[in-house]
């Protein structure tokens, strides 16, 4: 699946990227948003007095942290890509909603500098759920798998907004294979149903068919409009 080499080359080409990028600048590895997973691990006792007193260290200088902030947004943003090219390549064309489709971009790069802002202040949280009460932010989405791809956006936008970019890599690249897997195999699928992943490629024996989300749309209006035929 060409969805599949994609993906698999685009991640590929962030680490390429990363590691070309610690190999020529050593010095800017402390001023990028990584390696917070490591502490987050070695607190998974949850004592609470080591999780309230784990703070995300952040460069001391203005430049620094400039550079930080970047990394970080940019980091949420480039994980966040690829989960949009997966809802857009296995959601089912009549429930498709490109909506959701710039939420899962946009949404991280707003959760990240929502986590720089009130990691170190409970007042500034309590301010923040109040304003988010006030707006009163409603939106019904057509499924519970949708719900999935806004919960990994909110995660990726987390992890980075902690300086924990290579959490929302691997978790983004988890969850863009095992989706891709349901949809090639249609896991759960039977007839007559509802369904939330769009159609497969199939194949027969006079040649290859395609029975796309695309094919599905066309088939659909062609059936409802019927174009007259001229008589010669």
Not at 14 to 24: C, D, H, N, S
Not at 137 to 165: C, E, H, M, P, Q
Request: net charge neutral.
């Amino acid at each position: 699946m060409k969805i599949l080499g994609k993906l698999l080359a685009y991640y590929a080409a962030l680490a390429i990227a990363f590691l070309l990028v610690t190999q020529m600048f050593p010095q800017w590895h402390d001023y990028l948003p990584v390696g917070r997973v490591q502490s987050l691990i070695s607190q998974a006792d949850g004592a609470p007095d080591k999780l309230l007193a784990a703070r995300v260290s952040h460069p001391e200088s203005f430049g620094g942290s400039l550079v930080w902030l970047v990394g970080a947004v940019a980091g949420a943003i480039l994980t966040a890509l690829p989960v949009s090219w997966i809802y857009m390549k296995v959601r089912s064309p009549q429930d498709y909603d490109q909506s959701v489709v710039d939420t899962i971009v946009v949404l991280p790069l707003v959760v990240t500098g929502i986590v720089v802002i009130v990691q170190h202040s409970l007042a500034l949280s309590f301010s923040l759920a109040g304003i988010a009460g006030a707006a009163r932010y409603r939106n019904t989405l057509k499924s519970s798998g949708d719900l999935l791809f806004i919960l990994l956006a909110i995660g990726i936008g987390l992890s980075a907004g902690i300086g924990a970019v290579e959490l929302a890599v691997v978790a983004s690249a988890a969850f863009n294979l095992c989706f891709l897997a349901l949809w090639a195999t249609s896991y759960g699928e039977r007839p007559d149903m509802k369904r939330f992943l769009g159609m497969v490629e199939h194949a027969h024996h006079d040649g290859p068919t395609r029975v796309t989300a695309t094919t599905a749309v066309v088939s659909e209006v062609t059936e409802t409009y019927e174009v007259p035929v001229p008589h010669s």
